[in-house]
């Protein structure tokens, strides 16, 4: 909310030398956000000026400029800056005429953009200041001319400072309302808060304005069955307002006002609805009364219904939109937006104001749906105070009169629902057991009765209504809210709280941190990816039914993701098109497996809660999310230096990704060859840990590489960390210090070319019992020496004893026992 100081200072008494931060300063005391500061673009000598005479001069160019003779003081005085009296301008506009009073920029006026005014030659001539439009001034868009002044009230005499006249000198704080304070939306309302901050008085701007009842405008409500449990509509005001001017300029001061808080000036009848809006907080809409065809009705629009809207663009309305109909149909969707068929135009004569307070959700709901925020959507979300819609309208049409010759007839309508206000029992000592500061009841009850509470004392509590302005005042943790923010949050002590006695982490979140440490720190970088993907994403790697999003953020990502690698894979991507092309990514996080069931085939329209039943359905449709880790690996995993050539990442890197998320469990894991969906054919494994399938590891698809314009080579892996975290031991037990001296040998076998090397190496782990500490594949062969149809592997054995220095005969024993498995289980001789 910006707020204009001038228009402040007409509610409050505020001191002179105020400033943008003087007053931000004081509303930060009581909650609100500083944002910024606006205005105080122009300085120096701006005066107004006369035409004297001027002589049009075509260039050769083919423009037509004016060469000047303006009077920027009286006659015979220094002019703002020091010089005469009657200067010689250049100009391009042609739209003023001798006698005209029009602003001037003289030498040393800085306007905004930091353009700095001074005397120069151009067009033959020494231009000596500058004839200001009102788009140089900032008071509009208008750039076809020079500003006149003929809309000032009083004829201003020549030399006056017009910065003073115009109220460009004018500036303007901004501050952060949050959205539960939705009153702050007004002049009003900071005004209100500006007067607690910093204790001076404050005057209602409502109570300056002379109210009456407006009856005998056809009016109908046919919203008493509300589907969000509260009516759409709770007051509905209109009033009419004859014979105005739609041409008449709008006030030069309401311009400025208006585009310090943020809004651009429209035309007469608009600039007024949103200056009153603005004032006091209640949004107004204004109709051509003569474009209405019968009265007015409200209600909830019908299937398929349509409204043309005030941006020119059809919308289909959906059976929850509040709209406003005259006999054609919708002429405006309320709270949000007017319909174009009742448009106000040059050509309006007769207006029809509207002040309403409507459902804060179903404005809210409507908004988003057409997309279409608005400032009148904005503060019926936040909820309007349903008593001020009278002097808004009021206020409007005095405005209109004064300045748009326009005639207020009291012809309108009028709705109310009465409303009871709701009574919220303070116990006393409530306030200090919550905040912890000892708060007294008559400290209590100043401050409610300041921010305009009715509080009756009831001895052992405060008896205390809400003011119809203050909606989100509903139970007495807000009014202890309100007492700890207008006394001052520098009162709460500020003490460490003690934290409560616990077991730490759990065996899970233990297991997750070891896991994303040790990628962490073998060299992997950790990203966090959305859960949506795309349809073709989600089945790179998977081929089953996906969970679709009702409501997806991105249209293009409609499902929840399967696997973790598509969304890696374009990480990958997005860091490649940055120059970044060796990576190690990897995330944990969870993925989404198969739907159960259909779930409900409908749910309530609105804000009505499910069935039972309903909810029954749903949470047990809801499908599995297992958590994952996965990671994807490519370019250079070692970078090439003298006397090292560079090694690519690929399967052998994921392998051993694969094998450092294993170690975390505490447990061992063998990978088997497999065909997986997405991975490359020949260099895909899936991995076993017990018997049990636990994921996949190996080496991208080359056709999704080259879809995704990625390396040919890239190393992929996907685990479920809770089907590991299931298989692992609950607690891990470190193993002994190796102090002893270790046996190594190698051992080549052959066995048949289908049989996988990681099976063979868990049987030479089991055959050769304790004494083997490691097993490590080192080379696969298939060529000269072997036959036909076989391999030969080669292992390299690590043997240790923890009691005694192991002998070379105990490690071929050991050896010997382990080469017995293999060929019991697959027929493995020793090579030659």
Same mark, same amino acid.
């Given at each position: 909310?910006?707020?204009?100081?001038?228009?402040?200072?007409?509610?409050?008494?505020?001191?002179?030398?105020?400033?943008?931060?003087?007053?931000?300063?004081?509303?930060?005391?009581?909650?609100?956000?500083?944002?910024?500061?606006?205005?105080?673009?122009?300085?120096?000598?701006?005066?107004?000026?006369?035409?004297?005479?001027?002589?049009?001069?075509?260039?050769?160019?083919?423009?037509?400029?004016?060469?000047?003779?303006?009077?920027?003081?009286?006659?015979?005085?220094?002019?703002?800056?020091?010089?005469?009296?009657?200067?010689?301008?250049?100009?391009?506009?042609?739209?003023?005429?001798?006698?005209?009073?029009?602003?001037?920029?003289?030498?040393?006026?800085?306007?905004?953009?930091?353009?700095?005014?001074?005397?120069?030659?151009?067009?033959?001539?020494?231009?000596?200041?500058?004839?200001?439009?009102?788009?140089?001034?900032?008071?509009?868009?208008?750039?076809?001319?020079?500003?006149?002044?003929?809309?000032?009230?009083?004829?201003?005499?020549?030399?006056?400072?017009?910065?003073?006249?115009?109220?460009?000198?004018?500036?303007?704080?901004?501050?952060?309302?949050?959205?539960?304070?939705?009153?702050?939306?007004?002049?009003?309302?900071?005004?209100?808060?500006?007067?607690?901050?910093?204790?001076?008085?404050?005057?209602?701007?409502?109570?300056?304005?002379?109210?009456?009842?407006?009856?005998?405008?056809?009016?109908?409500?046919?919203?008493?069955?509300?589907?969000?449990?509260?009516?759409?509509?709770?007051?509905?005001?209109?009033?009419?307002?004859?014979?105005?001017?739609?041409?008449?300029?709008?006030?030069?001061?309401?311009?400025?006002?208006?585009?310090?808080?943020?809004?651009?000036?429209?035309?007469?009848?608009?600039?007024?609805?949103?200056?009153?809006?603005?004032?006091?907080?209640?949004?107004?809409?204004?109709?051509?009364?003569?474009?209405?065809?019968?009265?007015?009705?409200?209600?909830?629009?019908?299937?398929?219904?349509?409204?043309?809207?005030?941006?020119?663009?059809?919308?289909?309305?959906?059976?929850?939109?509040?709209?406003?109909?005259?006999?054609?149909? =919708? %002429? $405006?969707? &309320? +709270?949000?937006?007017? !319909?174009? /068929?009742?448009?106000? @135009?040059?050509?309006?004569?007769? #207006? *029809?104001?509207?002040?309403?307070?409507?459902?804060?959700?179903?404005?809210?709901?409507?908004?988003?749906?057409?997309?279409?925020?608005?400032?009148?959507?904005?503060?019926?979300?936040?909820?309007?105070?349903?008593?001020?819609?009278?002097?808004?309208?009021?206020?409007?049409?005095?405005?209109?009169?004064?300045?748009?010759?326009?005639?207020?007839?009291?012809?309108?309508?009028?709705?109310?629902?009465?409303?009871?206000?709701?009574?919220?029992?303070? =116990? %006393? $000592?409530? &306030? +200090?057991?919550?905040? !912890?500061? /000892?708060?007294?009841? @008559?400290?209590?009850?100043?401050? #409610? *009765?300041?921010?305009?509470?009715?509080?009756?004392?009831?001895?052992?509590?405060?008896?205390?209504?809400?003011?119809?302005?203050?909606?989100?005042?509903?139970?007495?943790?807000?009014?202890?809210?309100?007492?700890?923010?207008?006394?001052?949050?520098?009162?709460?002590?500020?003490?460490?709280?003690?934290?409560?006695?616990?077991?730490?982490?759990?065996?899970?979140?233990?297991?997750?941190?070891?896991?994303?440490?040790?990628?962490?720190?073998?060299?992997?970088?950790?990203?966090?990816?959305?859960?949506?993907?795309?349809?073709?994403?989600? @089945?790179?790697?998977?081929?089953?039914?996906?969970?679709?999003?009702?409501?997806?953020?991105?249209?293009?990502?409609?499902?929840?993701?399967?696997?973790?690698?598509?969304?890696?894979?374009?990480?990958?991507?997005?860091?490649?098109?940055?120059?970044?092309?060796?990576?190690?990514?990897?995330?944990?996080?969870?993925?989404?497996?198969?739907?159960?069931?259909?779930?409900?085939?409908?749910?309530?329209?609105?804000?009505?809660?499910?069935?039972?039943?309903?909810?029954?359905?749903?949470?047990?449709?809801?499908?599995?999310?297992?958590?994952?880790?996965?990671?994807?690996?490519?370019?250079?995993?070692?970078?090439?230096?003298?006397?090292?050539?560079?090694?690519?990442?690929?399967?052998?890197?994921?392998?051993?990704?694969?094998?450092?998320?294993?170690?975390?469990?505490?447990?061992?894991?063998?990978?088997?060859?497999?065909?997986?969906?997405?991975?490359?054919?020949?260099?895909?494994?899936?991995?076993?840990?017990?018997?049990?399938?636990?994921?996949?590891?190996?080496?991208?698809?080359?056709?999704?590489?080259?879809?995704?314009?990625?390396?040919?080579?890239?190393?992929?892996?996907?685990?479920?960390?809770?089907?590991?975290?299931?298989?692992?031991?609950?607690?891990?037990?470190?193993?002994?210090?190796?102090?002893?001296?270790?046996?190594?040998?190698?051992?080549?076998?052959?066995?048949?070319?289908?049989?996988?090397?990681?099976?063979?190496?868990?049987?030479?782990?089991?055959?050769?019992?304790?004494?083997?500490?490691?097993?490590?594949?080192?080379?696969?062969?298939?060529?000269?020496?072997?036959?036909?149809?076989?391999?030969?592997?080669?292992?390299?054995?690590?043997?240790?004893?923890?009691?005694?220095?192991?002998?070379?005969?105990?490690?071929?024993?050991?050896?010997?026992?382990?080469?017995?498995?293999?060929?019991?289980?697959?027929?493995?001789?020793?090579?030659?």
């Amino acid at each position: 909310m910006r707020i204009p100081l001038s228009w402040l200072r007409e509610s409050v008494d505020l001191e002179k030398e105020a400033t943008p931060n003087s007053v931000m300063a004081q509303l930060v005391k009581v909650g609100l956000e500083e944002e910024g500061s606006h205005g105080g673009e122009l300085s120096g000598p701006i005066v107004v000026g006369e035409v004297l005479e001027f002589a049009d001069e075509p260039q050769s160019n083919g423009k037509t400029i004016r060469w000047c003779k303006v009077r920027v003081a009286r006659d015979g005085e220094l002019a703002a800056d020091g010089g005469g009296d009657v200067r010689g301008i250049v100009c391009g506009a042609s739209n003023f005429l001798i006698g005209d009073k029009v602003v001037v920029s003289l030498p040393g006026a800085v306007l905004p953009g930091n353009f700095v005014i001074s005397a120069r030659k151009t067009y033959g001539h020494v231009s000596d200041g500058m004839i200001a439009s009102a788009r140089e001034l900032s008071l509009s868009d208008e750039h076809d001319g020079i500003l006149r002044l003929i809309t000032v009230d009083l004829d201003p005499e020549v030399g006056t400072n017009a910065l003073a006249l115009l109220g460009l000198n004018e500036s303007a704080a901004e501050v952060n309302v949050t959205p539960d304070r939705g009153y702050c939306l007004s002049i009003r309302g900071i005004a209100r808060e500006y007067s607690h901050a910093s204790k001076v008085l404050f005057t209602d701007p409502a109570s300056r304005v002379k109210v009456s009842r407006a009856t005998g405008f056809p009016l109908v409500i046919d919203d008493l069955a509300p589907i969000h449990g509260i009516p759409g509509v709770s007051r509905f005001r209109l009033l009419s307002v004859t014979g105005i001017n739609a041409k008449a300029l709008v006030p030069d001061w309401m311009k400025t006002r208006l585009q310090l808080a943020g809004m651009r000036s429209i035309s007469i009848a608009v600039d007024i609805t949103n200056y009153v809006m603005l004032e006091l907080g209640q949004p107004l809409h204004a109709y051509d009364q003569q474009k209405i065809s019968g009265g007015i009705s409200v209600r909830r629009a019908l299937a398929e219904e349509q409204l043309k809207t005030l941006d020119e663009k059809v919308r289909k309305l959906s059976v929850e939109d509040l709209v406003i109909c005259d006999e054609s149909g =919708p %002429i $405006g969707m &309320a +709270g949000v937006m007017g !319909g174009f /068929s009742t448009e106000v @135009s040059d050509g309006t004569t007769d #207006l *029809l104001l509207e002040a309403a307070v409507f459902d804060p959700i179903s404005i809210a709901r409507s908004s988003r749906r057409h997309k279409l925020p608005s400032e009148a959507s904005k503060r019926f979300e936040r909820g309007v105070d349903p008593e001020v819609g009278l002097y808004a309208l009021y206020r409007a049409a005095a405005l209109l009169e004064e300045f748009a010759s326009g005639r207020v007839t009291n012809f309108g309508a009028e709705f109310s629902i009465p409303v009871s206000k709701t009574t919220i029992e303070l =116990p %006393i $000592g409530f &306030a +200090g057991e919550l905040v !912890g500061v /000892s708060y007294t009841k @008559s400290q209590i009850s100043e401050v #409610l *009765l300041e921010i305009g509470c009715e509080v009756v004392d009831k001895t052992d509590f405060l008896s205390v209504t809400a003011p119809s302005w203050r909606p989100d005042l509903k139970h007495k943790t807000d009014l202890v809210e309100e007492v700890a923010r207008l006394l001052g949050y520098d009162l709460i002590p500020s003490r460490i709280p003690t934290a409560p006695p616990g077991r730490g982490l759990t065996a899970r979140q233990k297991f997750r941190r070891r896991v994303v440490a040790a990628l962490s720190g073998s060299g992997h970088v950790e990203v966090l990816n959305y859960p949506f993907v795309s349809t073709e994403q989600n @089945s790179w790697f998977n081929k089953g039914v996906a969970v679709v999003l009702e409501n997806a953020m991105q249209s293009e990502f409609p499902e929840l993701r399967r696997s973790l690698i598509a969304p890696l894979l374009i990480a990958a991507q997005r860091n490649i098109s940055r120059g970044l092309t060796s990576l190690a990514l990897y995330e944990e996080g969870s993925v989404f497996l198969e739907p159960k069931g259909q779930g409900v085939s409908s749910l309530p329209l609105g804000g009505q809660r499910p069935s039972a039943s309903d909810l029954r359905v749903l949470n047990e449709s809801i499908p599995e999310q297992p958590k994952h880790v996965a990671g994807v690996l490519l370019g250079d995993w070692i970078l090439q230096a003298p006397g090292q050539k560079a090694i690519e990442a690929g399967y052998p890197q994921a392998i051993d990704a694969v094998s450092t998320v294993i170690a975390a469990a505490g447990i061992r894991a063998t990978i088997t060859q497999k065909v997986v969906p997405g991975f490359h054919p020949g260099r895909a494994g899936e991995v076993f840990v017990l018997g049990k399938s636990v994921g996949y590891v190996g080496e991208l698809d080359p056709a999704i590489s080259e879809e995704l314009h990625l390396p040919r080579r890239v190393g992929v892996y996907e685990i479920n960390l809770d089907a590991v975290f299931a298989l692992a031991p609950e607690v891990l037990v470190a193993s002994e210090l190796r102090i002893m001296p270790a046996a190594t040998q190698d051992l080549s076998l052959v066995v048949g070319i289908k049989v996988p090397a990681g099976e063979v190496s868990e049987a030479i782990y089991e055959g050769a019992g304790e004494l083997l500490e490691e097993v490590r594949l080192v080379d696969d062969y298939r060529g000269t020496g072997v036959a036909a149809g076989s391999k030969s592997l080669t292992f390299s054995l690590v043997f240790r004893a923890q009691d005694r220095t192991l002998t070379q005969i105990e490690a071929t024993d050991a050896r010997d026992k382990a080469v017995a498995l293999a060929f019991e289980r697959f027929q493995a001789t020793l090579r030659a």
